[in-house]
C-alpha cells in the first residue's frame, strides 16, 4: 500500500468482515485500521522483548494522517531505546489516582493525628 495521506484514509473502504489493516510503505509497522462498523483508527505494530504488540496510536478524523505519522515515527525512536510504549500506557492506567491516594491516608496516616488535625486534613483534601 502507498504512503497513508488524507486522501487515501478518506477514501478508505470498510471491509465487509471484521477488520482490516492497511500498512504504510514508508514507515514499518505503520498502519490504519478500519472496521466493518466504519470506524478509523491509526496503529503502530511492532516487535519488543520477543513480543508482537499493537499501539492504537488515535482515531480518524481526531488524528490526521500527518500527525499520526509524527507520533508513529516518535514512539519507533522509544522503541528503539528500549521502550515499550503500550507498556507505558497500561502502567499509567492502573496507577493510583488522587482518591486511591486519600483512602490509603484516611486508613494509615490520619488515624495518628489529634482531632483537630485530623479535620483539617480533611478540609485541605
Known amino acids: 500500500m502507498p504512503k ?3 486522501t487515501l484514509v478518506k477514501r478508505m473502504p470498510t471491509p465487509e468482515a471484521a477488520t482490516k489493516i492497511h500498512y504504510d510503505d514508508e514507515l514499518p509497522g505503520f ?12 496503529i503502530l505494530n511492532y ?3 520477543r513480543r508482537e504488540r499493537r499501539f492504537t496510536i488515535g482515531s480518524y478524523p481526531t488524528w490526521s494522517a ?4 509524527e507520533e508513529a515515527k516518535r514512539l519507533r525512536r ?3 531505546q528500549g ?4 507498556e507505558n500506557r497500561n502502567e499509567k492506567r ?3 489516582n488522587v482518591s486511591d491516594l486519600w483512602v490509603e491516608y484516611e486508613k494509615v496516616h490520619l488515624p495518628t493525628l489529634s482531632l483537630k488535625s ?6 485541605m483534601w
Not at 500527518?66 to 505519522?69: I, K, T
Not at 521502550?83 to 503500550?86: A, C, Q, S, V, W
Open 66 to 69: 500527518g500527525a499520526a505519522r
Open 78 to 80: 522509544l522503541i528503539d
Open 118 to 123: 485530623q479535620v483539617d486534613q480533611k478540609g
Open 31 to 42: 498502519g490504519l485500521r478500519v472496521t466493518k462498523a466504519g470506524s478509523k483508527a491509526f
Open 4 to 6: 497513508l495521506s488524507e
Open 83 to 86: 521502550e515499550d510504549p503500550l
Open 94 to 96: 492502573v496507577a493510583p
Open 47 to 49: 516487535h519488543i522483548a
